[in-house]
Protein backbone atom coordinates (compact mmCIF):
# COMPACT_ATOMS: atom_id res chain seq x y z
CA UNK A 1 0.00 0.00 0.00
CA UNK A 2 1.29 3.00 -0.93
CA UNK A 3 1.30 5.42 2.57
CA UNK A 4 1.62 8.87 0.60
CA UNK A 5 -2.27 7.41 -0.60
CA UNK A 6 -3.42 7.47 2.88
CA UNK A 7 -6.15 10.21 3.51
CA UNK A 8 -5.06 10.55 7.07
CA UNK A 9 -1.91 11.71 5.15
CA UNK A 10 -3.35 14.35 3.05
CA UNK A 11 -2.87 17.69 3.82
CA UNK A 12 -5.38 18.53 1.02
CA UNK A 13 -7.91 16.81 2.96
CA UNK A 14 -7.59 18.31 6.18
CA UNK A 15 -7.90 22.21 4.00
CA UNK A 16 -10.64 20.59 1.99
CA UNK A 17 -12.37 19.69 5.60
CA UNK A 18 -11.65 22.68 7.34
CA UNK A 19 -12.77 24.52 4.68
CA UNK A 20 -16.23 23.27 4.50
CA UNK A 21 -16.84 23.37 8.18
CA UNK A 22 -15.55 26.60 8.71
CA UNK A 23 -18.02 27.66 5.88
CA UNK A 24 -21.12 25.51 7.56
CA UNK A 25 -20.51 27.10 10.96
CA UNK A 26 -20.89 30.34 8.78
CA UNK A 27 -24.38 29.48 6.99
CA UNK A 28 -26.57 30.32 9.69
CA UNK A 29 -25.08 33.71 10.94
CA UNK A 30 -25.16 34.80 7.24
CA UNK A 31 -28.55 33.15 6.69
CA UNK A 32 -29.34 35.72 9.61
CA UNK A 33 -28.37 38.07 7.33
CA UNK A 34 -29.73 36.70 4.46
CA UNK A 35 -26.82 35.77 2.29
CA UNK A 36 -24.87 32.91 1.63
CA UNK A 37 -20.93 32.58 2.36
CA UNK A 38 -19.52 33.44 -1.42
CA UNK A 39 -21.59 36.55 -1.51
CA UNK A 40 -20.43 37.36 2.45
CA UNK A 41 -17.11 37.20 0.31
CA UNK A 42 -18.03 39.60 -2.33
CA UNK A 43 -19.64 41.99 0.38
CA UNK A 44 -16.33 41.52 2.41
CA UNK A 45 -14.29 43.35 -1.08
CA UNK A 46 -16.74 46.42 -1.13
CA UNK A 47 -16.34 46.70 2.04
CA UNK A 48 -12.78 47.58 1.67
CA UNK A 49 -13.27 49.31 -1.74
CA UNK A 50 -16.60 50.03 -2.84
CA UNK A 51 -17.17 50.74 -6.65
CA UNK A 52 -15.29 48.10 -8.24
CA UNK A 53 -15.28 46.25 -11.57
CA UNK A 54 -15.96 42.53 -11.87
CA UNK A 55 -13.10 41.14 -12.68
CA UNK A 56 -10.96 43.11 -9.83
CA UNK A 57 -13.41 41.43 -7.52
CA UNK A 58 -12.77 38.07 -9.06
CA UNK A 59 -9.15 38.48 -8.85
CA UNK A 60 -9.69 39.14 -5.22
CA UNK A 61 -11.55 36.38 -4.46
CA UNK A 62 -9.40 33.92 -6.64
CA UNK A 63 -12.42 33.23 -8.78
CA UNK A 64 -13.22 33.36 -12.33
CA UNK A 65 -15.17 36.37 -13.71
CA UNK A 66 -18.17 33.31 -14.76
CA UNK A 67 -18.65 32.39 -10.63
CA UNK A 68 -18.64 35.79 -9.22
CA UNK A 69 -21.39 37.46 -12.20
CA UNK A 70 -24.24 34.63 -10.88
CA UNK A 71 -23.38 36.21 -7.24
CA UNK A 72 -23.45 39.77 -8.07
CA UNK A 73 -27.21 39.04 -10.16
CA UNK A 74 -28.48 37.40 -6.91
CA UNK A 75 -27.07 40.12 -5.36
CA UNK A 76 -28.46 42.66 -7.54
CA UNK A 77 -32.10 41.13 -7.10
CA UNK A 78 -31.56 41.24 -2.93
CA UNK A 79 -31.27 44.78 -3.55
CA UNK A 80 -27.23 44.88 -2.36
CA UNK A 81 -25.09 45.87 -4.90
CA UNK A 82 -25.85 47.67 -8.18
CA UNK A 83 -23.76 47.02 -11.65
CA UNK A 84 -23.46 49.56 -14.24
CA UNK A 85 -21.23 50.07 -16.97
CA UNK A 86 -17.67 51.16 -16.87
CA UNK A 87 -17.49 55.12 -17.63
CA UNK A 88 -14.37 54.91 -19.77
CA UNK A 89 -14.72 51.31 -21.24
CA UNK A 90 -18.45 50.41 -21.80
CA UNK A 91 -17.62 46.83 -21.41
CA UNK A 92 -16.51 46.90 -17.81
CA UNK A 93 -19.20 46.00 -15.17
CA UNK A 94 -18.69 48.36 -11.94
CA UNK A 95 -20.18 46.93 -8.89
CA UNK A 96 -21.56 48.98 -6.15
CA UNK A 97 -22.93 48.75 -2.89
CA UNK A 98 -26.47 49.76 -2.27
CA UNK A 99 -27.40 51.42 1.27
CA UNK A 100 -28.63 48.06 1.76
CA UNK A 101 -25.42 46.59 1.31
CA UNK A 102 -23.65 49.26 3.48
CA UNK A 103 -25.48 48.21 6.57
CA UNK A 104 -24.94 45.57 5.58
CA UNK A 105 -21.32 45.93 6.90
CA UNK A 106 -22.48 46.96 10.63
CA UNK A 107 -24.97 43.77 10.64
CA UNK A 108 -22.00 41.32 10.38
CA UNK A 109 -19.44 43.54 12.55
CA UNK A 110 -22.15 43.10 15.05
CA UNK A 111 -22.44 39.38 14.38
CA UNK A 112 -20.10 37.38 12.41
CA UNK A 113 -17.14 37.45 14.44
CA UNK A 114 -18.57 37.03 17.92
CA UNK A 115 -20.45 34.14 16.48
CA UNK A 116 -17.24 32.79 14.92
CA UNK A 117 -15.57 33.24 18.13
CA UNK A 118 -18.25 31.13 20.23
CA UNK A 119 -17.78 28.56 17.91
CA UNK A 120 -14.49 28.30 18.11
CA UNK A 121 -13.90 29.46 21.88
CA UNK A 122 -12.80 25.35 22.25
CA UNK A 123 -10.22 24.83 19.98
CA UNK A 124 -7.02 24.69 21.40
CA UNK A 125 -5.23 27.99 19.28
CA UNK A 126 -4.78 30.77 20.41
CA UNK A 127 -4.99 34.87 18.48
CA UNK A 128 -0.97 34.07 17.65
CA UNK A 129 -1.39 30.56 16.24
CA UNK A 130 -4.35 31.61 13.77
CA UNK A 131 -1.84 34.18 12.76
CA UNK A 132 0.35 32.35 12.00
CA UNK A 133 -2.02 29.54 10.09
CA UNK A 134 -3.16 32.57 8.26
CA UNK A 135 0.40 33.35 7.03
CA UNK A 136 1.09 29.55 6.19
CA UNK A 137 -1.93 28.91 4.04
CA UNK A 138 -1.04 32.62 2.45
CA UNK A 139 2.03 30.50 0.38
CA UNK A 140 0.34 27.79 -0.02
CA UNK A 141 -2.62 29.84 -2.04
CA UNK A 142 0.24 32.25 -3.50
CA UNK A 143 2.42 28.86 -4.67
CA UNK A 144 -0.65 27.63 -6.24
CA UNK A 145 -1.93 30.78 -7.43
CA UNK A 146 1.84 31.01 -9.69
CA UNK A 147 0.95 27.26 -11.39
CA UNK A 148 -2.43 28.44 -12.81
Known amino acids: MHTELQLDNQICFRLYTASRLVIQAYTPILNALGITYPQYLVLMVLWEKDSQPVNDIAHRLILETNTV ?34 AMEEEAYNSVPASMGEELKTCPLRLEDYQNLAKELDAIIDTLKKKQ
Open 69 to 102: TPLLQRMEKQGIVVRKKGELDKRQQIVSLTEKGK
